[in-house]
């Protein structure tokens, strides 16, 4: 970071730290203990479409991975863009094999990285509900940033998110994931897969 950075208060991107992912077991233990929120199983990958034979073939790779154990009884990886265009890919697994989902995630990640596709990837989502089954929670890993935060809808549609609960989950977890410090970078994620 060179002077002029430091006088026009640019900073330094932060470098994506995939391996922050693997907290999320860690992280899920917590979150059950302190305030009863479960896995889902349910996990998901969104990036932005590039046009071209390269990337859908890097894609198809990528779906062709996460699928390999649909022979022993796993579930296909569902591919949908959501109403902004971008992309998603959900991963389903019982909601006591979140390592495994974890490990999907990060594949998918790792593998669009690896192609030169990093710029396009926007974030990972792990889904929680509470022991009622009526309030979800994800956990949102944001590429760019490193960094994860909490997303509560409110229960029963609408886009009104729960902000007492996502400031609770982000005290919780402060020993268990790198968490995103600015407030204006927690987007709302409506209607994502596997919340």
């Known amino acids: ?25 860690s992280a899920a233990l917590t979150l059950e203990a302190a305030a009863g ?3 889902t199983g349910l996990g998901s990958v969104c990036f932005a479409s590039v046009e071209g034979g390269a990337f859908d073939e890097v894609e198809r790779q990528v779906r062709a991975l996460l699928d390999a154990d649909t022979e022993r ?3 296909p990886v569902e591919a949908s863009k959501d109403s902004y265009g971008y992309s998603w890919l959900l991963a389903r697994h019982t909601p006591d094999e979140l390592p495994e989902l974890v490990n ?33 929670l994800a956990l949102v890993y944001l590429y760019k940033r490193g960094t994860f935060y909490p997303f509560a809808p409110m229960p029963g549609g609408g886009e009104k998110r729960d ?21 204006t970078r927690w987007f709302p994620v409506w209607g994502a897969p596997g919340l």
């Open 1 to 25: 970071m060179g002077i002029l950075d430091t006088l026009f208060g640019r900073t330094k991107p932060v470098r994506p730290d995939l391996d922050q992912l693997f907290g999320v077991p």
């Open 37 to 39: 929120f479960r896995p």
């Open 73 to 75: 009884g796993g579930v």
């Open 104 to 136: 999907d995630l990060h594949a998918v990640n790792s593998e669009l990285e690896a192609h030169g596709f990093g710029p396009q990837l926007l974030c990972s989502l792990v889904g929680f509900r509470d022991t009622d089954g009526r309030r979800p």
């Open 163 to 183: 902000n007492p609960l996502e400031l609770e989950v982000n005290a919780m977890l402060g020993n268990d994931l790198r968490l995103e410090k600015d407030l």
